[in-house]
């Protein structure tokens, strides 16, 4: 039996500029747009794109946790607590008590290593 092939994996950050280009005041493109950049390193450029989809929605998670993650991995720890804290805020109110649970331990994590310098 053959092997599949594997396929390069494509960049992805010019898709993300477009979508947002295109949808400029959709969170969610705006925050992949974020993700992108994040995967590059582009954290300057990455904490705005967060910031900018938070703008259009307050309470999206996904970009909480996108900027708290850049603001940790850019040596931000202040920084990253307050949004790591926020994203825990949200999570309070998740219907999904589940996965709010396993989201909760996750930041617990993040918050953990970053109080203790880790």
Do not use: C
Not at 30 to 50: H, I, P
Not at 72 to 92: H, T, V
Not at 103 to 110: A, F, K, P, V
């Amino acid at each position: 039996m053959a092997k599949p092939e594997l396929v390069a994996h494509k960049d992805a950050l010019p898709d993300y500029q477009a979508a947002a280009a295109t949808h400029p005041n959709n969170e969610s493109p705006e925050t992949n747009l974020g993700w992108g950049l994040y995967s590059k390193g582009r954290f300057d450029e990455a904490v705005k794109q967060f910031e900018k989809a938070l703008a259009l929605s307050r309470d999206f998670l996904d970009a909480h946790y996108g900027l708290a993650l850049t603001h940790k991995k850019a040596g931000r720890s202040k920084e990253a607590i307050a949004a790591f804290e926020q994203a825990s805020a949200i999570l309070s109110k998740a219907e999904d008590h589940a996965r709010a649970q396993m989201i909760l331990n996750i930041i617990q994590s993040h918050l953990n290593d970053l109080r203790s310098g880790r």
